[in-house]
T-cell receptor, first 113, second 113 residues
Framework: QQQVKQSPQSLIVQKGGISIINCAYENTAFDYFPWYQQFPGKGPALLIAIRPDVSEKKEGRFTISFNKSAKQFSLHIMDSQPGDSATYFCAASRDTGRRALTFGSGTRLQVQP | GAGVSQSPSNKVTEKGKDVELRCDPISGHTALYWYRQSLGQGLEFLIY????????KSGLPSDRFSAERTGGSVSTLTIQRTQQEDSAVYLC???????????FGSGTRLTVV
């Protein structure tokens, strides 16, 4: 019930392309869904987050799409750049983020120049 | 401080020894979390402190693991009688009163030899 399943495990995209990472959750009590970006040797950093009252949220080149009925959400990175090469984690929690986050297993994104 | 500070950044210890990992959260942040990240894996929740409430210890993998938070600020994660499977990056994060994303430190890389 606490799992968040993330795919793919790794992704290679050409510069300028669209990167898409998917996550699925089981616990219907989850009500806060952030995405984190992690560079080697650094801690994860919050990228963008969504709550289930909206189906999409966009910040710059990053968009979260949320499907409450399917219990799925995804991260789209438009016009992917080599600097976007990092590991991306989806996560979920209850009580609008006041509870501990449950993280997906991560997606290693490589954007080729 | 400006960010979450963790020390040491790297720690090599012999199997069976005890280790202490330190986290200094952002000033004023009431919630503090410890996570463990094994090589190429996602983040595994360990323990959560919120203000003066009793900590949520549900993620601690064994009784060799313990943590405390003194004065609502600095936290220490202690691992007793370390085992090789304890080798991982231990990440600390803090958040403010409002719901929302964590600010992570850069982690302590623990290697048990």
């Amino acid at each position: 019930q606490q799992q968040v399943k993330q795919s793919p495990q790794s992704l290679i995209v050409q510069k300028g392309g669209i990167s898409i990472i998917n996550c699925a959750y089981e616990n219907t009590a989850f009500d806060y869904f952030p995405w984190y970006q992690q560079f080697p040797g650094k801690g994860p950093a919050l990228l963008i987050a969504i709550r289930p009252d909206v189906s999409e949220k966009k910040e710059g080149r990053f968009t979260i799409s949320f499907n409450k009925s399917a219990k799925q959400f995804s991260l789209h990175i438009m016009d992917s750049q080599p600097g976007d090469s990092a590991t991306y984690f989806c996560a979920a929690s209850r009580d609008t983020g006041r509870r501990a986050l449950t993280f997906g297993s991560g997606t290693r994104l490589q954007v080729q120049p | 401080g400006a960010g979450v500070s963790q020390s040491p950044s790297n720690k090599v210890t012999e199997k069976g020894k005890d280790v202490e990992l330190r986290c200094d959260p952002i000033s004023g942040h009431t919630a503090l979390y410890w996570y463990r990240q094994s090589l190429g894996q996602g983040l595994e929740f360990l323990i959560y402190f919120q203000g003066n409430s009793a900590p949520d210890k549900s993620g601690l993998p064994s009784d060799r693991f313990s943590a405390e938070r003194t004065g609502g600020s600095v936290s220490t994660l202690t691992i007793q009688r370390t085992q090789q499977e304890d080798s991982a990056v231990y990440l600390c994060a803090s958040t403010g009163q409002g719901a929302g994303g964590y600010t992570f430190g850069s982690g302590t890389r623990l290697t048990v030899v």
